[in-house]
């Protein structure tokens, strides 16, 4: 593992850049197929309504218009699946209602979908889906938790009374309760964490085509998840084998989570496909992408932690309500639960902790897994606290963590984790160094001279990615396995074709694996291609979320690599006429054992494909594929740092500083990894300080474009400084964790405890997300009496 | 149909287009250069940015009618063939991109900014990107990206 050049270790330069930097990518809405009609989705305008009726005449009549479906036309087609069954604190499953993927009786949130026309042209769509007359028969909506569990709420469905999904609890209650009879301090705190719109740059799209010759469907789709698509599309919607739906992921213009989920459209499209014969098309507008794609975030919850007299955390309590949205989503049941609960014992050694969650069904698009999904929110909630109670116990801020961290490793947590391994006081003494907390005061007073108030923030937190193993994650509640697979084929010639079942839409796959097989068996970085994203090639796959890909995906193809060997150890001995047990294989050559004479794996392959003079017994070919299925998470863990200046006038939050030390497992790109953990930071600090989702009370959603949805733009960031301490991971050979959403988990508390940091002195005490500078401003006015 | 004609990375193209059909759908459809994106319907996000006449422009803000006799380059006629613009070489060097899809944005609008600054400031070239966005990289890498890019252009030439 050389850690220049082009291996592990090294930051080589991507092999996907040349093709985007030169307007070669191949997005879906780039590709376009002969013949293809274009379908426009008609989306529901109220957040509620019964349908008396829908009259498709006048559209059906308008210029170049083929087809006109509505819910009734897809009855009998199986409806939208979710793919994870949680259970409430009795047992019972949880409510599952029926999801149509055109809306059949009712409308359930702003943006369902209602119709699809399909045109000859993508105008003559849109202009005659404004012909389809609809009878909307408004019902009261429910478009907030708050209102969800209101006495007498409107339902969402019948069969989900109080609106309520499931009511779930993790941990142990009789012995946190215990631990609160025994505090010396009891310290509480109620936070909301915002709901955010996804927004990956480019908007979801998708062409299906069906294939009479073959009875074969394709379809191309903006997916981080081509095989999951295949597997609840053609198991679950249509019923179609596997072998005649081939799904095609190509270049995805970013995910975070919003193209994880099977959406409605994908259905609708192969569906419509199939019915007429012909391509369809759809490209989602911006302003539908605001009301379809999934949402996130969205949790209202209030904690308590015990403490004993020297502020060692005894026990902790936490009750989270979560909104669902409308439908449930393909990850969506589990997001507030087995990716949010079993984080709160954060890098502590808290013994005992419980969480409850109570989810609700709204008016409101459906929300699923974003940047972090669940652990961004458990994070914030136990970095916000653990601030507070530092507060109220006068305590330094540093210090209360420092006394609770784990260090003895594997530790068990109480809310059943196993982490396998860290260094939590190293990453904190990096970021404290990095970011001159020490040297804060002077900075604090230099602000104050000029009118400014300043303030520094911190967290520190742990994550939990690569979600494993499957016979676990299965008696949870998944209906999926979580495992990845690699296939690594070597041609006659010696140049290396990777499969993975992971799929790149911005973290630079491409490059990264051809790093570890290029390293692995010393070919040329060149001679390295890793195809992904596409069902017909790869031969199985769960895809890219959760920071997943490197740990299991990037395991998968190490396996595989190490069966390639094997299997050139045995051809190369009968080559050089030893026994397999003397071959040993080093920079892309097999040699016996003490002496000099090898052969190169370029012969190995050749000989492997052309074997005629070739071990008996052995199959030709140089190909293996390796199933990887992790035996627990990875465990990245870190601290950030943040610091802010506020001016009081006008309540404006500048964010000065941002310091990262984060400790990812073995890098094997220092150049992606970082770009990975900048992109989460923006991410995080969006969420901190400008992003928000906001309905009316009717269920409207008043933040529907870029004009109303602040997104980070470059002028509202800082430079990001960031520094890794590494410990491996302990049970996957490459000692990888994860890194996507470090970011977007660490950074918000951050910001926030840097925020109320400044205001302190103000008599500010609490302050939600987004800091924005009216809320802010408020916040002082109020402090101020 | 209006006909249009426009000089595009080079080359006369001409088309017939709907008074209403954008420079990025003429770009995009009749002419085939899909490198040039569409990332929003209001005009936020830079996805879509074109050098027209040699300035960067939204061509989701443009009619193919407005363009009409003017020359148009896209980012697929940046590189010198096989050679990228140093630029583009500055992004790549640089890791300004993740997911590529606001990349052909950004990099015409940075390249219209290093014309007209040879030498900015990384407050210079915040600022200047206020109308593009980016999801994947925080900016961070994009704005070392823009710099290096500038001075490789010229410094000032
Ligand atoms: S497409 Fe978003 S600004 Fe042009
Ligand atoms: S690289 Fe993905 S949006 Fe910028």
């Known amino acids: ?785 | 149909m209006p006909t249009v004609t426009m000089t595009v990375n080079g080359m006369e193209r001409s088309g017939t287009v709907e008074g209403r059909t954008l420079l990025v759908e003429f770009l995009r459809e009749n002419l085939g250069l899909t490198g040039t994106h569409v990332g929003c319907d209001t005009s936020q996000c830079g996805a879509c940015v074109v050098h027209v006449n040699g300035t960067s422009v939204k061509s989701c803000t443009c009619l193919a009618v407005q363009a009409d006799g003017a020359d148009v380059t896209t980012i697929e006629g940046l590189a010198n063939g096989a050679e990228l613009h140093p630029m583009q070489e500055a992004f790549r060097e640089h890791h300004g991109l993740q997911c590529g899809f606001c990349t052909p944005g950004m990099v015409m609008s940075a390249v219209d900014l290093a014309n007209r600054n040879p030498d900015p400031s990384e407050h210079e070239v915040r600022e200047w990107l206020e109308g593009n966005l980016c999801r994947c990289t925080g900016y961070h890498n994009i704005v070392k990206a823009v710099r290096a890019g500038a001075q490789a252009m010229g410094g000032g030439s």
């Open chain 1, 1 to 785: 593992m050389s850690g220049n050049g082009t291996g592990i270790g090294a930051s080589v330069k991507r092999k996907e850049d040349t093709r985007f930097l030169t307007g070669r990518g191949r997005y879906t809405d780039d590709i376009n197929l002969p013949g293809q009609l274009y379908g426009h989705i008609l989306r529901s305008p109220v957040a509620h309504a019964d349908i008396g009726g829908i009259d498709t005449s006048a559209a059906m009549a308008a210029p170049g218009v083929h087809a006109v479906f509505t819910g009734k036309d897809m009855e009998g087609v199986g409806g939208i699946p979710t793919g994870w069954l949680i259970h409430s604190k009795d047992g019972s499953p949880m409510v599952e209602p029926a999801h149509p993927a055109l809306a059949l009786g009712k409308v359930r949130y702003v943006g369902d979908c209602v119709a699809i026309v399909v045109a000859e042209t993508r105008e003559q769509a849109k202009e005659a889906a404004n012909l389809v007359d609809v009878d909307y028969r408004d019902l009261p909506a429910v478009a907030s938790i708050e209102a969800a569990e209101a006495n007498g709420a409107a339902q969402v469905f019948d069969e989900a009374p109080g609106n309520v999904c499931y009511d779930w609890e993790v941990g142990d209650r009789a012995a946190t309760d215990a631990a609160f009879e025994n505090a010396a301090h009891v310290v509480s705190i109620d936070v909301v964490n915002n709901r955010l719109v996804p927004n990956a740059i480019e908007p979801r799209a998708a062409i299906a085509n069906f294939d009479p010759a073959t009875s074969e469907y394709t379809l191309y789709t903006t997916s981080q998840n081509p095989h999951l698509v295949r597997l609840l599309l053609g198991a679950f919607v249509l019923g179609l084998p596997e072998h005649k739906l081939r799904i095609v992921a190509p270049d995805v213009g970013g995910g975070f989570g919003s193209k994880i989920p099977h959406y409605a459209e994908e259905a609708i499209l192969t569906w419509t496909a199939g019915r007429l014969g012909r391509p369809v098309k759809w490209t989602c507008e911006r302003i539908d992408a605001f009301k379809s794609d999934t949402h996130g975030r969205d949790h209202i919850s209030t904690a308590k932690l015990a403490l004993d007299a020297d502020g060692k955390f005894l026990g902790l309590h936490v009750t989270t309500k979560a909104n669902l949205g409308a439908y449930l989503s393909t990850f969506a049941t589990c997001v507030p639960t087995y990716l949010y609960g079993i984080l709160f014992a954060g890098p502590y050694t808290t013994p005992a902790v419980y969480c409850e969650v109570k989810s609700f069904f709204t008016n409101t698009v459906p929300v699923d897994a974003l940047r972090g999904a669940g652990r961004p929110e458990a994070t914030y909630l136990l970095e916000r606290l653990v601030d507070k109670a530092a507060h109220e116990l006068g305590m330094d801020r540093v210090e209360i963590r420092r006394k609770n961290f784990v260090r003895e490793f594997p530790y068990q947590t109480p809310v059943a984790l196993q982490y396998d391994q860290g260094d939590y006081d190293a990453t904190l003494d990096l970021a404290l160094d990095a970011s001159d907390w020490a040297g804060f005061e002077a900075r604090r007073a230099e602000s104050a001279a000029r009118g400014k108030l300043r303030g520094i923030g911190i967290s520190t937190f742990i994550e939990a990615c690569g979600i494993a193993p499957s016979a676990v994650v299965g008696s949870l509640g998944a209906r999926a396995g979580l495992y990845e697979s690699g296939s690594v084929r070597v041609h006659p010639t010696g140049s290396v074709s990777v499969f993975t079942g992971t799929h790149s839409h911005g973290q630079g796959h491409e490059t990264t694996f051809a790093q570890i097989v290029s390293d692995m068996l010393g070919v040329d970085f060149d001679a390295v291609d890793v195809v992904h994203g596409d069902s017909a090639k790869i031969p199985f796959g769960m895809g890219t979320y959760g920071s997943r890909s490197l740990a299991v995906g990037g395991t998968a193809i190490y396996l595989a690599v190490e069966k390639v060997i094997e299997k050139g150890r045995k051809i190369a001995a009968h080559l050089l006429e030893a026994s397999v047990e003397d071959i040993e294989f080093e920079n892309g050559s097999f040699t016996v054992a003490g002496t000099d004479r090898s052969t190169s794996l370029g012969e190995v392959a050749l000989t492997a494909y052309v074997p005629h003079n070739y071990p008996e017994g052995l199959e030709p070919g140089l190909e293996e594929t390796a199933f990887y299925d992790p035996l627990n998470f990875t465990f990245p863990a870190g601290t950030h740092v943040a610091e802010v200046e506020v001016d009081p006038e006008t309540g404006e939050v500048e964010l000065v500083a941002v310091t990262g030390a984060d400790d990812v497992g073995r890098v094997i790109n220092p150049m992606i990894v970082a770009g990975q953990l900048h992109g989460g930071l923006a991410h995080g600090i969006g969420q901190a300080l400008m992003e928000e989702c906001v309905y009316q009370d009717d269920g409207q959603l008043a933040t529907g474009s870029y004009l109303d949805y602040t997104m980070p733009r470059a002028a509202d960031l800082p430079n990001f400084s960031i520094n890794h301490n590494t410990t491996l991971c302990t049970h996957n050979p490459l000692g990888v964790k994860g890194v996507g959403e470090v970011g977007s988990i660490g950074i918000p508390p951050a910001v926030i405890n840097a925020v109320i940091d400044a205001l302190r002195p103000l008599g500010v005490n609490d302050m939600a997300m987004p800091a924005t500078s009216q809320r802010v401003w408020q916040a002082i006015r109020q402090a101020q009496g």
